[in-house]
């Protein structure tokens, strides 16, 4: 049963979610084309914008290209580079926290801008605060898994 969830979780849920998000995307961009497009306050304010713009983006650009090579690249192309199971355990967890905390730093800046200036919060809408604190948590809960990666070395096949 272990072996089926493994690879159902990290060898078919990964092309899935990409198959939808995917094709979801071009639906979207088909029936609501303008509708593409976000309320920038970098106009109301400048200052603690481009740290925390810089610092999100790319941190998170990083950690999504992280996790297309990491998890859409089927194991036996690293086993032909040589690269062995712990050695990409490692990286991923070195260079994905690297760029956590790169993302994390930004997203704070960004949330912290947002809440204190009195311009950029009130023309924000519940939605921008929904969304950055949905990204918010889903980073700190990534964040947190990396401990619980250092315990449990080798173990992903």
């Known amino acids: 049963m272990s072996a089926y969830l493994n690879d159902a979780a990290f060898g078919l849920y990964p092309y899935v979610a ?14 609501d084309p303008y509708t593409w497009r976000a309320g920038s306050s970098q106009m109301l304010r400048k200052r603690q914008f481009a740290w925390g713009s810089y610092l999100f983006h790319i941190g998170i650009i990083g950690l999504f290209l992280g996790h297309l090579v990491g998890l859409l690249t089927p194991i036996v192309i690293f086993d032909a580079l040589g690269i062995s199971h712990s050695a990409k355990q490692m990286m991923a967890i070195v260079v994905g926290g690297i760029f956590g905390i790169m993302c994390f730093a930004g997203l704070t800046l960004l949330i912290h801008r947002r809440l204190t ?24 809960l990534g964040m947190f898994s990396i401990p619980i990666s250092l315990g449990h070395p080798e173990e992903i096949r």
């Open 117 to 140: 200036d009195p311009r950029i919060r009130g023309t924000s809408t519940k939605m921008d605060f929904f969304i950055l604190f949905l990204l918010y948590v889903q980073l700190i």
């Open 18 to 31: 990409l198959a939808v998000f995917l094709i979801g995307s071009l639906i979207r961009y088909d029936r």
